[in-house]
């Protein structure tokens, strides 16, 4: 995966362990990519079809940092790490 960020730099996020479509990122990696996120505006995805071709997805994902913001009050709520 490859994160726009909104001053046009990018960061890459290894998901080549996720072949069923779903991942779950969890620690230190599941931080460091809720901080990555609050700071991007299009998600990047290289997709391989069916027929072996390679194809890029792009999604805008809007007001990102506020939905981080959430996520982080809710896990201090809780208590959760």
Do not use: H, Y
Not at 8 to 18: E, F, H, M, P
Not at 45 to 64: H, Y
Not at 68 to 73: G, H, L, M, T, Y
């Amino acid at each position: 995966m490859t994160l726009v960020r909104n001053d046009g730099s990018t960061s890459s996020i290894d998901a080549s362990g996720c072949p069923t479509g779903k991942c779950v990122f969890t620690g230190e990696v599941g931080r460091k990519m809720l901080q990555d996120w609050s700071e991007v505006k299009t998600l990047i995805l290289l997709v391989k079809e069916k027929s072996g071709k390679i194809v890029e997805r792009r999604w805008p994902l809007g007001n990102m940092a506020e939905m981080v913001r959430i996520i982080a009050e809710q896990r201090k709520k809780r208590g959760l790490p």
